[in-house]
């Protein structure tokens, strides 16, 4: 099937609130399936279908998780022009965590390939608020991604929110090994 790509993510979480005491462990893990319904041309974007999972096995009471299952039913597009990427889209999280409300969220990156082995770029995001009093999130993130080959990459990023940095996100970093086959 050329146009399903699988995806599992078991991200190791190090969480670090201010004037607490740093916590780390195994996070919620993510599974998804992206299916891409329309094929890039030179015109027209690529579209695909990328639903997720997100299992709530990641210690809630440390910061290490959710506290509850959650799906994300989103559409994306990609275009891309030389050594220029560009993608993106948006859709609705359904958030099962007790205390916390569903919500949209999108999100817009540009991406170049700087060399054969090494990305850099950026990106944009919005997300609705998902707690009562809680504003919604604007942030920004910029990073990259190094292919050491087809199927071993190491990708990176830093960002921060860019309104209520003093209650949301001041700023936050993420660090992946990525296999892919």
Request: no cysteine; hydrophobic share 40%.
């Amino acid at each position: 099937m050329p146009d399903l790509q699988l995806s599992i993510t078991v991200p190791y979480v190090i969480n670090s609130p201010a004037a607490q005491l740093s916590q780390q462990g195994l996070g919620d893990v993510v599974l998804g399936a992206k299916y891409r319904f329309v094929q890039e041309t030179d015109t027209r974007p690529m579209m695909a279908l990328y639903p997720i999972v997100v299992l709530a096995n990641g210690d809630a009471a440390k910061g290490l998780g959710n506290g509850g299952m959650q799906y994300f039913l989103p559409v994306w597009i990609q275009k891309s022009w030389d050594s220029w990427h560009t993608y993106g889209g948006g859709g609705y999280w359904i958030n099962r965590a007790p205390g916390v409300a569903s919500r949209w969220y999108f999100g817009w990156a540009l991406m170049n390939d700087v060399t054969e082995h090494f990305s850099l770029g950026g990106e944009v995001y919005h997300a609705s608020d998902q707690k009562p009093l809680e504003n919604a999130s604007n942030g920004f993130n910029l990073g990259g991604i190094y292919k050491f080959d087809q199927y071993n990459r190491i990708l990176f990023s830093a960002g921060r929110a860019v309104v209520e940095t003093s209650s949301q996100n001041s700023f936050s970093t993420y660090v992946a090994y990525s296999l892919s086959w």
